[in-house]
């Protein structure tokens, strides 16, 4: 097949970008959707941005689709448009490529969407400022559901803004040093003589000047660095771990979290996942940073079924929430979420710890965490457990403030509380 031509290359990362929302439009998430047998390895990054970018601003690109669109269309071609708009919006220095490469490739799901998509595009182009003034929606504005704005305006009424902003970025990529290895300002003269810059965000973590592909990062195939988020290294100190201490990562795919511990102290540590495809990135993680631990599939709500019986000193419960505070990463996260996710989850997140401080030894202490904004599965979680609970207290956090790290450019949005036996 003879190379693609760059304008060739557009239109098929269109299709391919058009399908990915469609997906994610149908329930699917978009790693999902972008991974499948389908996914062009060619037009990865191409793919990528078109979708990502789609969905980072589905809220007024939606809105805008909706006053240029008067009769319904296939959700495929609708999710094409939108990814066309993105990139007009993104890049209108290549506009008319732009309408002529997206007009092919509505033609490759649907021949007779042609004129239409043809219209509607260069309508957009015409009048595009008139139309973005009549998206005056909150959900166009800020490009979240009305549901999830609302709950963040009510939890955080002085920052609601700067959250929802923050959740539209383009992520950091954020390193942590593998001190066992070498120290970050070691690392960082490494960075620099392959002229790469980096900053020291504090402890473990260094904010990349830019993102790079994860097999250009020195030293990350060697176990010098992984790749974690400055405000999920918050995680492993807060759990004061040392040598010898018998310790549990109650929800360890794929192994950050498990990988740090194991970096701060020489500990008996056991892994564990529920969902056994995700079980041997704990081993792969582990294994490249030159550690091993116990690692089992296993539900951490039920013990009786990978429980040895023995308590735990420290016991790290990542639990699963709705991931409002990694957006920036996952922006189908913002569209795919449910209103009544929040309570279904808070109860599971409930009845996980519960189980889990059967487990934990007097004295010992459980960290509790998630990479959420909402109070419901955050804080209320934990009120809630320490009303029915004995014996349990929160202990104060130095950091972050009220143990809600909020996101911003430099980090993602994290709760933590630290609870102990007494
Ligand atoms: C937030 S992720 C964990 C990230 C991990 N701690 C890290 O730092 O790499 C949540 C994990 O919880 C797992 N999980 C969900 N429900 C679980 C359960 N009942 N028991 C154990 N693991 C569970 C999911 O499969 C998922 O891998």
């Given at each position: 097949?003879?190379?693609?031509?760059?304008?060739?290359?557009?239109?098929?990362?269109?299709?391919?970008?058009?399908?990915?929302?469609?997906?994610?439009?149908?329930?699917?998430?978009?790693?999902?959707?972008?991974?499948?047998?389908?996914?062009?390895?060619?037009?990865?990054?191409?793919?990528?941005?078109?979708?990502?970018?789609?969905?980072?601003?589905?809220?007024?690109?939606?809105?805008?689709?909706?006053?240029?669109?008067?009769?319904?269309?296939?959700?495929?071609?609708?999710?094409?448009?939108?990814?066309?708009?993105?990139?007009?919006?993104?890049?209108?220095?290549?506009?008319?490529?732009?309408?002529?490469?997206?007009?092919?490739?509505?033609?490759?799901?649907?021949?007779?969407?042609?004129?239409?998509?043809?219209?509607?595009?260069?309508?957009?182009?015409?009048?595009?400022?008139?139309?973005?003034?009549?998206?005056?929606?909150?959900?166009?504005?800020?490009?979240?559901?009305?549901?999830?704005?609302?709950?963040?305006?009510?939890?955080?009424?002085?920052?609601?803004?700067?959250?929802?902003?923050?959740?539209?970025?383009?992520?950091?990529?954020?390193?942590?040093?593998?001190?066992?290895?070498?120290?970050?300002?070691?690392?960082?003269?490494?960075?620099?003589?392959?002229?790469?810059?980096?900053?020291?965000?504090?402890?473990?973590?260094?904010?990349?000047?830019?993102?790079?592909?994860?097999?250009?990062?020195?030293?990350?195939?060697?176990?010098?660095?992984?790749?974690?988020?400055?405000?999920?290294?918050?995680?492993?100190?807060?759990?004061?771990?040392?040598?010898?201490?018998?310790?549990?990562?109650?929800?360890?795919?794929?192994?950050?979290?498990?990988?740090?511990?194991?970096?701060?102290?020489?500990?008996?540590?056991?892994?564990?996942?529920?969902?056994?495809?995700?079980?041997?990135?704990?081993?792969?993680?582990?294994?490249?940073?030159?550690?091993?631990?116990?690692?089992?599939?296993?539900?951490?709500?039920?013990?009786?079924?990978?429980?040895?019986?023995?308590?735990f000193?420290?016991i790290?419960?990542?639990?699963?929430?709705?991931?409002?505070?990694?957006?920036?990463?996952?922006?189908?996260?913002?569209?795919?979420?449910?209103?009544?996710?929040?309570?279904?989850?808070?109860?599971?997140?409930?009845?996980?710890?519960?189980?889990?401080w059967?487990l934990l030894a007097?004295?010992g202490?459980l960290?509790?965490?998630?990479?959420?904004?909402?109070?419901?599965?955050?804080?209320?979680?934990?009120?809630?457990?320490?009303?029915?609970?004995?014996?349990?207290?929160?202990?104060?956090?130095?950091?972050?403030?009220?143990?809600?790290?909020?996101?911003?450019?430099?980090?993602?949005?994290?709760?933590?509380?630290?609870?102990?036996k007494?």
């Amino acid at each position: 097949m003879p190379p693609l031509s760059r304008s060739a290359n557009l239109e098929l990362a269109l299709y391919a970008a058009g399908a990915a929302v469609a997906q994610v439009r149908a329930g699917r998430s978009l790693s999902e959707a972008l991974s499948g047998p389908e996914a062009d390895s060619n037009l990865g990054a191409a793919v990528q941005d078109l979708a990502y970018g789609a969905l980072r601003n589905l809220g007024l690109l939606d809105a805008i689709l909706a006053e240029l669109l008067h009769k319904p269309v296939k959700p495929a071609v609708h999710a094409l448009l939108l990814a066309a708009l993105y990139q007009l919006r993104a890049r209108p220095q290549t506009s008319h490529t732009t309408v002529d490469q997206a007009v092919r490739a509505v033609a490759r799901f649907e021949p007779a969407a042609k004129g239409l998509a043809n219209a509607v595009l260069r309508n957009y182009l015409r009048e595009a400022d008139a139309l973005v003034a009549r998206c005056n929606s909150d959900t166009a504005h800020y490009s979240y559901p009305q549901w999830w704005i609302d709950r963040v305006r009510a939890a955080w009424p002085q920052q609601w803004e700067s959250v929802l902003n923050a959740g539209n970025l383009h992520p950091p990529m954020t390193l942590r040093v593998n001190r066992r290895r070498l120290t970050p300002e070691q690392y960082l003269a490494k960075l620099g003589e392959r002229g790469l810059a980096g900053e020291h965000l504090g402890a473990q973590a260094i904010l990349l000047e830019r993102p790079l592909p994860i097999e250009s990062v020195p030293g990350f195939a060697a176990g010098e660095v992984s790749i974690q988020d400055a405000g999920a290294q918050l995680a492993a100190p807060l759990l004061d771990v040392r040598p010898g201490m018998r310790v549990l990562d109650a929800c360890a795919a794929p192994g950050g979290k498990a990988g740090h511990i194991l970096e701060l102290a020489d500990c008996a540590l056991t892994a564990l996942d529920i969902d056994p495809a995700r079980v041997p990135r704990i081993s792969d993680n582990l294994a490249r940073l030159g550690f091993s631990a116990r690692v089992v599939s296993g539900d951490c709500a039920s013990p009786a079924g990978w429980s040895d019986g023995g308590r735990f000193e420290r016991i790290l419960l990542d639990a699963p929430c709705t991931a409002s505070g990694v957006v920036k990463r996952h922006p189908d996260i913002k569209w795919l979420r449910r209103d009544s996710d929040i309570p279904r989850l808070a109860t599971s997140q409930g009845r996980m710890l519960d189980a889990l401080w059967q487990l934990l030894a007097p004295g010992g202490k459980l960290l509790y965490a998630t990479c959420s904004v909402f109070p419901q599965e955050n804080a209320q979680t934990v009120t809630s457990f320490l009303a029915r609970c004995d014996g349990a207290r929160r202990l104060p956090l130095a950091e972050p403030e009220g143990g809600q790290l909020l996101p911003d450019a430099r980090h993602d949005g994290f709760f933590y509380a630290l609870l102990e036996k007494q």
